[in-house]
């Protein structure tokens, strides 16, 4: 369930997790991320960001009033989000990760 002010919001300004980013851009939702410092999950959904064109900051430093109001006044980035069909998504991963049978050593490191 959707935070109400997430529903209502202009804009989202966030931290680089997973969960807030990701109802944002479902939501239609402007979005600043700021991932926190040496996380590297963080960093690289930061990447993952930036690669779609979603502004992300490395610091708050004495420019991020200006930062956030430019931010705020310029327009939306129209970027689709699509969901995952399992008949799509199945489809990709068999044209992409052929089966390949594994090792009987690979096996047993399976439960190392």
């Known amino acids: 369930m959707f935070n109400e002010s997430l529903l209502t ?3 989202v300004i966030t931290g680089g997790g997973f969960e807030t ?3 944002a851009l479902y939501l239609g939702k402007k979005l600043l991320s700021i991932p926190i410092r040496k996380h ?3 960093k690289c959904n930061a990447a993952a960001l930036k690669q779609m064109g979603i502004q992300v900051l490395d610091d708050i430093d004495d420019s991020f009033a200006d930062t956030v109001k430019v931010w705020y006044q310029s327009p939306k980035l129209p970027i689709e989000i699509r969901a995952n069909q399992i008949q799509e998504t199945l489809q990709y991963l068999s ?3 052929p089966y390949r049978k594994s090792t009987r050593a690979e096996e047993s490191a399976l439960f190392i």
Request: hydrophobic share 0%.
């Open 9 to 11: 919001c202009h804009g």
């Open 21 to 23: 980013p990701s109802e």
């Open 40 to 42: 590297y999950e963080q």
């Open 95 to 97: 044209d992409h990760y």
